[in-house]
Nanobody, 118 residues
Framework: QVQLVESGGGLVQAGGSLRLSCAAS????????MGWHRQAPGKQRELVAS???????NYLDSVKGRFTISRDNALNTVYLQMNSLKPEDPDVYYC????????????WGQGTQVTVSS
């Protein structure tokens, strides 16, 4: 069972920045997809950004140009740099790790709260 530990959430003013980190207990190398999702109370969880093994990325339209996802395979860590935060961005952000192949698995972190004050 892969453990994912998130950090970096907190309170920030509108227009400010935060960087989320997600450290995996095992290697994230191989055929893997790392992603950040978010969920507001009463709403479905949505994919914010993802990055595959090759480094290709995908973003939710509303965060394009403001958020950047990256991964460091040597540290087994994925990051989400969030700039120009807006009042509609606050949610609980969850790290997700999908591994394909013989050791297939789908793992989630415990979530980290992001709060934006206007």
């Amino acid at each position: 069972q892969v453990q994912l530990v998130e950090s970096g959430g907190g309170l920030v003013q509108a227009g400010g920045s935060l960087r989320l980190s997600c450290a995996a207990s095992e290697s994230i190398s191989g055929i893997t997809v790392m992603g950040w999702h978010r969920q507001a109370p009463g709403k479905q969880r949505e994919l914010v950004a993802s990055i595959i093994s090759s480094g290709s990325t995908n973003y939710l339209d509303s965060v394009k140009g403001r958020f950047t996802i990256s991964r460091d395979n040597a540290l087994n860590t994925v990051y989400l740099q969030m700039n120009s935060l807006k009042p509609e961005d606050p949610d609980v952000y969850y790290c997700n790790f999908k591994r394909y192949g013989l050791r297939r698995g789908d793992y989630w972190g415990q979530g980290t709260q992001v709060t934006v004050s206007s």
